[in-house]
């Protein structure tokens, strides 16, 4: 099975703040990355597919880079709405598996 | 897109339970879903996968326990879990693919004694 490792597992941060989430996989995922974003009660959101593609109707302060192994989300400029947890998965191959989570919070 | 978990609650160990996910906003039949967990206070794991031809992949941790299946006249996906043990306590949602884009907001499991 492919893992995942995501960091920070917190981050605490600033409205107007720029924050970046890494996610490391343990092997080549050809860039077959998504990243979601999920609120306390709702149901997870995509925000990128594969690698860089932004979601339709996501705000374009979300972006997404990497490749092979490595792998990043980057909110340019943090909002209010932003704070949430955020979580990468890999969808190379069967079992799909996903990072342990990126908690947001406002410092 | 809409998709609606149902069927959960409280069941005992060894016991069974069927979920569904009712879809709508899009032609269901054209389109392969998952089932995706997330116990509480952890994170996510996948679950299972059908294709829109009804091929199917398990996690080896509810293998030759659970089954996904699909109505596609009742544009209705399943998950079929036999055999519940206290670690399959989780939030359990549908999600449609390819990309794994839209989700449920998802159903409560708990299996107790």
């Known amino acids: 099975d492919i893992q995942m490792t995501q960091s920070p597992s917190f981050l605490s941060a600033s409205v107007g703040d720029r924050v970046t989430i890494n996610c490391k996989a343990s092997?080549?995922?050809?860039?077959?990355l998504n990243w979601y974003q999920q609120k306390l009660g709702e149901a997870p959101k995509r925000l990128i597919y594969?690698?860089?593609n932004l979601q339709t109707g996501i705000p374009s302060r979300f972006s997404g880079s990497g490749s092979g192994t490595d792998y990043t989300l980057t909110i340019s400029s943090l909002q209010p709405e932003d704070f949430a947890t955020y979580f990468c998965l890999q969808h190379n191959s069967f079992p799909y598996t996903f990072g342990a989570g990126t908690k947001l919070e406002l410092k | 897109v809409q998709l609606v978990e149902s069927g959960g609650g409280l069941v005992q160990p060894g016991k069974s339970l069927k979920l569904s996910c009712s879809a709508s906003?899009?032609?269901?039949?054209?389109?392969?879903m998952h089932w995706i967990r997330q116990a509480p206070g952890k994170g996510l794991d996948w679950v299972a996968y059908?294709?829109?031809?009804?091929?199917?992949v398990y996690a080896d941790a509810v293998k030759g326990r659970f089954t996904i299946s699909r109505d596609n006249a009742k544009n209705t996906l399943y998950l079929q879990l036999n055999s519940l043990k206290s670690e399959d306590t989780a939030i359990y949602y549908c999600?449609?693919?390819?990309?794994?884009?839209?989700w449920g907001q998802g159903v409560m499991v708990t299996v107790s004694s």
């Open positions: 092997q080549n995922i050809n860039k077959y």
């Open positions: 594969n690698t860089n």
């Open positions: 059908i294709s829109s031809s009804s091929g199917t």
């Open positions: 999600a449609r693919t390819p990309g794994v884009d839209y």
């Open positions: 906003g899009f032609t269901f039949s054209s389109y392969g």
